[in-house]
């Protein structure tokens, strides 16, 4: 009777512990956000104040950088498991239309280094995959874990100082991106276009 009843219940066991990894392995959505900056050199009075993962505000009029000004947008964004437990992975900030990625933050140090930065067990780089001499991809190993402000949060800055338009920059998770490839030997797989866990935020760039 035991050997008839072993097969069952360790298949059983087997099924559960799968559905735990399965879980775990992917996050169930993910918010992208203007950050207003506020208090800060780069506030946004264009942005609502309490923009955030749990109320972003996805919008946002800025002005050409053009008059020696540095007019850096902030874009943060957040993976979630389920409910409101915050994933850790890969992602891709994508640009886009005007305007560029200006940076793409190490998630785990202070210091960065472009075009890309593997300082630490985290990493981030950017590619210009267009080859029009703009950053137009920001990938990330993992959220920020610095031990401040912003941890648990995927963050890039996007900048302009050319022409008028709007800039549609897309968040997502994505895990077939390759920390060691450039822009040429990525995989065929990476990027936002093949995933539903994704988010987008449009900046509208004026004289």
């Known amino acids: 009777m035991k050997r008839k009843w072993l097969i069952p219940v ?16 992917t996050p169930s959505r993910a918010v ?12 946004n009075p264009n942005v609502d104040e309490d923009s955030s993962c749990e109320s ?6 800025q002005k050409l950088s053009t008059d ?3 007019r ?9 498991e389920q409910g409101d437990t915050a994933f850790d992975g890969q992602v891709t900030f994508q640009s886009r239309g005007p305007g560029a990625i200006s940076a793409c933050p190490d ?3 202070v210091v960065a280094q472009a075009p890309q930065v ?3 067990d985290k ?11 703009r950053n137009d991809h920001c990938h990330q190993t993992g959220y920020q874990s610095k031990d401040a402000a912003g941890d648990d949060e995927y963050h890039v800055r996007l900048n302009n100082d050319s022409s008028t338009g709007f800039q549609r920059v897309i968040f997502c998770f994505d895990p077939q991106q390759d920390a060691a490839a450039d822009a040429s030997g990525q995989p065929s797989g990476h990027g936002c276009s093949d995933t539903d866990v994704r988010s987008r935020v449009r900046l509208r760039w004026v004289r």
Do not use: I, K
Request: glycine share 10%; aromatic share 6%.
């Open 56 to 61: 972003p505000d996805r919008r946002d009029r």
């Open 68 to 70: 020696g000004s540095d």
């Open 10 to 25: 360790v298949g059983m066991l087997v099924a559960v512990t799968a559905s735990f990894a399965s879980a775990a392995e």
């Open 123 to 133: 990493v981030a780089y950017v590619h210009d995959h267009n080859g029009d001499g």
């Open 107 to 109: 998630p785990d140090q």
């Open 32 to 43: 992208a956000y203007v950050n207003p900056d506020t208090g800060a050199a780069t506030e």
């Open 72 to 80: 850096n947008v902030h874009v943060d964004a957040c993976l979630f």
């Open 118 to 120: 593997m300082n630490g």
